[in-house]
Structures are given as structure tokens and as C-alpha cells.
């Protein structure tokens, strides 16, 4: 720009925006920030970790790909930060997070068979003696306003 100044937007919602907001003049580049990659993962470990083989980085990545399939970097920065110590301690906690999940997940299943699901459009997030509000509505509400979505928080108050 003229005045010398770069501003930075972030959104998870591209196409929620307004494209008088997004039109050419004023954003220049859009760039996507996705999770992390096989790539990116090797890379942050051999980081944390410079000493370490690649085989140990590669045996990182497997367990936390049979955890975690899809991992944002700053997820992976966190678990990394929490196990900075050793390289062993991290795989090894991702080890036990792996058999805590299957652990919790055979449960769950024999459980289900009695328990009637709820989809996340369901879930109920906020009650009040007027209304109960679903994740949908209130990201209707907050995040994407539509038209009387001021009367809807009136409401709820």
C-alpha cells in the first residue's frame, strides 16, 4: 500500500466473507495455512530434536498419524514444546494416547448400541429459560450474522 503497511486477515470461514472485503485492491495474496504435513511434521521434529535419526522421525510420524491423521502446526508445536525433553517420551506419550483411544473407543461402541446419537448440528450449546440454541445457530448468530440476529440475542437475554 502507499502507507507503507501490511495488515494480515485469518479466517476459517474464506467463504463466509463478504467480497467487497476480499476484492482485488485490497487483499493482494490469499495464502492457505493448513495443517501440517508429512513433510512439515519430519521437519519440526528434526528441529525439536537435531540429534535424533531419521529413523525415530519417521516412527514420530507414523504414531502420530495413527492418533492424529490430520494435525494443525501449532498443535504439533504444543505437543512437541510438552515433550521437549526426549524424543522418546514424545512418540511414547503418542503411543499411549493411541491405546487410550482405541481403549475408549471399544467402550463407546459397545455403549452405543443404547445410546441414541446426536449429530453436532444437534448438540446443544447454550440453554436459557426462553430457548435452547444449537452450534448452528449460534454460529448463525455470532459469526455469520443474519438479518434479526440482534432480536435473537434480545431473546436470550
Same mark, same amino acid.
Given at each position: ?7 494480515? *486477515? ?14 482485488? &485492491? #485490497?487483499? +493482494?495474496v490469499? =495464502? !492457505?495455512?493448513?495443517?501440517? /504435513? +508429512? ?6 521434529? #528434526? ?6 535419526? %531419521?529413523? !525415530?522421525? &519417521? ?6 498419524r ?6 494443525s *502446526? ?5 505437543h512437541?514444546?510438552?515433550?521437549k ?8 506419550? !503418542?503411543?499411549?494416547?493411541? !491405546? ?12 452405543s @448400541? /443404547? ?5 453436532? /448440528?444437534? #448438540?446443544?450449546? #447454550? *440453554?436459557? &429459560? ?5 452450534? %448452528?445457530?449460534? +454460529? ?10 440482534? @432480536?435473537?440475542? =434480545?431473546?436470550?437475554?
Amino acid at each position: 500500500s502507499s502507507e507503507e503497511r501490511l495488515v494480515f *486477515m485469518t479466517t476459517n470461514y474464506v467463504d463466509r466473507l463478504d467480497a467487497a472485503l476480499i476484492r482485488p &485492491g #485490497r487483499v +493482494d495474496v490469499v =495464502q !492457505l495455512i493448513d495443517n501440517a /504435513s +508429512d513433510f512439515q511434521v519430519m521437519e519440526l521434529f #528434526r528441529r525439536f530434536f537435531p540429534d535424533t535419526s %531419521d529413523v !525415530l522421525a &519417521g516412527e514420530f510420524l507414523k504414531c502420530l498419524r495413527e492418533v492424529h491423521p490430520v494435525m494443525s *502446526m501449532a498443535a504439533l508445536q504444543g505437543h512437541l514444546l510438552t515433550h521437549k525433553s526426549s524424543p522418546e517420551k514424545s512418540i511414547e506419550s !503418542l503411543r499411549e494416547e493411541l !491405546l487410550t483411544y482405541k481403549t475408549s473407543k471399544q467402550h463407546s461402541e459397545s455403549r452405543s @448400541k /443404547s445410546i441414541p446419537t446426536v449429530s453436532s /448440528s444437534q #448438540r446443544v450449546v #447454550r *440453554m436459557t &429459560g426462553k430457548r435452547v440454541l444449537t452450534a %448452528d445457530q449460534v +454460529d448463525r448468530m455470532y459469526f455469520n450474522p443474519q438479518p434479526g440476529w440482534d @432480536k435473537d440475542i =434480545q431473546q436470550c437475554k
